[in-house]
C-alpha cells in the first residue's frame, strides 16, 4: 500500500488513516491499533458493507486538491492536471481494492467486507451518499471509469467537509474562525410546519432564487415566539441540501469573524445562508454597527453565494425606547430622530422582512388537531381541544409550539 500511496501527486494522504495503513509496520502500530481505528471510524459512520472501500471513498470525497475544485466549480478539466488526476485515481484504485492486505489478515475477511454499524445514518448526513458512492466506485472495470466516477461526483456533491455537511457552526480556534459539522439536526420538513403558508412561500421562493443564480434578499423572519420562524430556516436545509445549499449558524459575539468567513466560502461552488437566530440588540451593544456593513455599505462586498437570514421577535432588532420618537430632549441626546433612523436602518439592510403572528384561538385548535392525527392521538376532538386551551392558558401563549409541547405530553 505504501508504494500507491507514495505515488500520489495531487491526492495528500498526510494525517490521514490512510497514512497510517501504508506506513504499517514501520509506524510501530499493531495491526489490531488500525483495525480498530478503521472499525470506530466505520461505527461512527454508520457504514453497512465495506469500511475499507467506504474509507476510501470518504478519503476521496473529502480531499480538497486542484483537481477536485475544479470539478466542485464544474470547470472543463483537461491536460496535465487531468493527467495527473488519471495517474492518482489508477492508485486510488488499487488502494480502493486492498481488502485483502496484510494488516486485515489478523481479522476474519466479512469484519471488513460485511461490516454492520451501530450507529445511526441520520446523525451522519452524507453516509448514505458515501456508501452509494463506494459502491459504484467497486463496479468500475478500469481507471478511466474510476476518474469520471469520482469526478461525476465532485460536480453532484462538491469535496470536503463544506460540501458533504449540510450545516455548520462557527467555533474559535487561535484567534480565527473555523467552521465545524453539525451532525445532529433536526429532521423537520416544510411540510411538517402547520400554517404559515404564505410565510413558507415567500421564504421558498427567495431562496429557490438564490439557488439559481438569481437575484434574491437577506431575509428577517420576525414575529412572536413559537410561531415557526427558526423551524422554517431548520427545515430549508434539509429541503434545499441536495441543490447545493448550505447553512451556516452565527451568533452575534462572533460577528468579528464574518471576514473571515466569507473568505473560506467565496470560491466554493455552494450556496451559503449565514443564519442568525433570535437576533437582538441592546442599547449598549454596538456589534449591529459592524454587522450593517457587513450586509450592505462597507467596502468588503458580500460574495454572491452568501445571504443572511434572521429571526427575531423584535421587529427593528434593535431596543427601542418612546423618547426615541422625541427630537429633543434636554436631558439626553440633542436629535433623537438621528438614533431612531440609525436602528431602522439594519432591519432596512434586509430586503425581504416576513410576519409570523401568534395564531389566533381557532388556528391554533387547528394546528393542534392536524399535529394530533399525525401523531396517532386516539382522543374526541372536543375532549382534545378542551385540554389544549387549557395547556395553553396554564403555559402562557397559543403557538405552533405549544400545540407541539401538548401533543408530546400526550404521547408520555
Request: aromatic share 12%; proline share 2%; glycine share 6%.
Amino acid at each position: 500500500m505504501k508504494k500507491y500511496i507514495g505515488n500520489l501527486k495531487i491526492y495528500d494522504a498526510a494525517g490521514a488513516l490512510l497514512d497510517d495503513f501504508a506506513n504499517y509496520p514501520q509506524n510501530n502500530l499493531r495491526s489490531v491499533d488500525l483495525i480498530g481505528k478503521l472499525i470506530s471510524f466505520a461505527d461512527k459512520h454508520a457504514v453497512k458493507g465495506n469500511c475499507w472501500q467506504y474509507y476510501v471513498a470518504y478519503f476521496i470525497a473529502c480531499n480538497v486538491n486542484a483537481f477536485s475544485l475544479a470539478c466542485e466549480r464544474k470547470q472543463e478539466v483537461s491536460g496535465t492536471l487531468v493527467d495527473v488526476a488519471y495517474a492518482d485515481c489508477k492508485n486510488l484504485m488499487d488502494i480502493f481494492n486492498l481488502s485483502s492486505a496484510s494488516v486485515f489478515a489478523d481479522v476474519p475477511p466479512s469484519v471488513i467486507t460485511q461490516f454492520a454499524s451501530t450507529g445511526d445514518v441520520s446523525q451522519m448526513p452524507y453516509s448514505q451518499i458515501l456508501s452509494e458512492f463506494a459502491e459504484r466506485l467497486a463496479k468500475c472495470n478500469g481507471t478511466k471509469a474510476f476518474l469520471n466516477e469520482i469526478i461525476a461526483f465532485y460536480k453532484s456533491y462538491g469535496v470536503g467537509e463544506l460540501g458533504l455537511n449540510k450545516a455548520f457552526r462557527v467555533i474559535e480556534k487561535d484567534g480565527k474562525a473555523t467552521l465545524l459539522p453539525i451532525t445532529c439536526m433536526d429532521s423537520k420538513r416544510l411540510d411538517d410546519i402547520v400554517g404559515y403558508d404564505m410565510q413558507k412561500q415567500e421564504v421558498v421562493a427567495n431562496t429557490k432564487a438564490f439557488l439559481e443564480g438569481k437575484k434574491a434578499n437577506n431575509v428577517l423572519l420576525y414575529g412572536d415566539m413559537g410561531t415557526g420562524k427558526s423551524s422554517t430556516i431548520k427545515a430549508l436545509i434539509n429541503e434545499f441540501y441536495h441543490d447545493g445549499l448550505r447553512v451556516i449558524e452565527l451568533y452575534k459575539h462572533q460577528f468579528l469573524h464574518i471576514s473571515d468567513i466569507l473568505s473560506k466560502i467565496a470560491l466554493r461552488n455552494y450556496k451559503y445562508i449565514l443564519y442568525l437566530d433570535d437576533l437582538s440588540f441592546d442599547d449598549f451593544e454596538m456589534e449591529y454597527k459592524y454587522f450593517k456593513a457587513i450586509i450592505d455599505g462597507g467596502l468588503e462586498v458580500k460574495p454572491d453565494n452568501v445571504l443572511i437570514y434572521a429571526t427575531s421577535n423584535r421587529r427593528h432588532l434593535i431596543k427601542e425606547h418612546y423618547s426615541d420618537g422625541n427630537d429633543i430632549d434636554p436631558m439626553d441626546e440633542l436629535h433623537k430622530s438621528d438614533t431612531k433612523n440609525e436602528k431602522l436602518s439594519l432591519v432596512a439592510r434586509f430586503g425581504l422582512s416576513i410576519y409570523y403572528p401568534s395564531p389566533d384561538q381557532q388556528e391554533y385548535l387547528n394546528i393542534v388537531r392536524i399535529l394530533a392525527k399525525k401523531f396517532n392521538v386516539a382522543m374526541d376532538v372536543k375532549d382534545l381541544e378542551k385540554k389544549a386551551l387549557s395547556w395553553a392558558m396554564f403555559n402562557g401563549a397559543k403557538s405552533g409550539r405549544m400545540a407541539e409541547q401538548f401533543i408530546h405530553s400526550l404521547l408520555q
